[in-house]
């Protein structure tokens, strides 16, 4: 089974400044890799596929990153909606998947 | 625009079973894989199982095996969870979601869930 570890558990940034969130797998996903947005009380939003292609309707300032293990979400400014958890996911060959443990993204 | 909608939830006593159901409001629901995710209270998400965008294919998170069943009705756009032996970890917010690759693809590329119902919720509790 992959495990997905995502770091750090929670981070305090303030609106305009630059979010980075981490994604480590336990061994390559290749490019199977996604990641979430994810609000109290509302359905997760699929924001990012493919380790780097914006899902449908996604604004620019998310972008995806990483290869093999190692892969990053960067939300480059940030606006006062984009606070709330986030997810990466993957798809293994054996077609099971797995969910990080997630990263709240609080406001400082 | 396809639509998920979740029901069937409840509260369950231990050892009992429930079905859930996740209907789609368009006909392209026959196209794709569909899965189940659930979120237990406080705690993150959980891919459960998926079912191929045909029923000829399932496959299940090791902490449901030989529980759970998913399975699918393309005549009636909707997807089942059969949930057997239930425990009080199974208690969660179960969603239906769509697996964005379409038809045979989903065997070779991930594209992630780009729709997902609202969530029903599961109680196992005596």
């Known amino acids: 089974e992959i495990v997905l570890t995502q770091s750090p558990a929670t981070l305090s940034l303030s609106p305009g400044e630059r979010a980075t969130l981490s994604c480590r797998a336990s061994q390559s996903v290749g490019n199977y890799l996604a990641w979430y947005q994810h609000k109290p009380g509302q359905a997760p939003r699929l924001l990012i596929y493919?380790?780097?292609y914006r899902a449908t309707g996604i604004p620019a300032r998310f972008s995806g990153s990483g290869s093999g293990t190692d892969f990053t979400l960067t939300i480059s400014s940030l606006e006062t909606e984009d606070f709330a958890v986030y997810y990466c996911?993957?798809?293994?060959?054996?077609?099971?998947?797995?969910f990080g443990q997630g990263t709240k993204l609080e406001i400082k | 625009q396809v639509q998920l909608a979740e029901s069937g939830g409840g509260v369950v006593q231990p050892g009992r079973s429930l079905r859930l159901s996740c209907a789609a409001s368009a006909s392209t629901f026959s196209g794709y894989a569909l899965h189940w995710v659930r979120q237990a209270p406080g705690k993150g998400l959980e891919w459960v199982a998926v079912v191929s965008y045909d029923g000829g294919n399932k496959y299940y998170a090791d902490s449901v095996k030989g529980r759970f069943t998913i399975s699918r009705d393309n005549s009636k756009n909707t997807l089942y969870l059969q949930m057997n032996s239930l425990r009080a970890e199974d208690t969660a917010v179960y969603y239906c979601a769509r697996d964005a690759t379409y038809s045979s693809t989903w065997y070779y590329y991930f594209y992630g869930m780009d729709v997902w119902g609202q969530g029903t919720t599961v109680t196992v509790s005596s």
């Open positions: 493919d380790v780097s």
């Open positions: 996911q993957q798809r293994s060959d054996r077609l099971t998947y797995s």
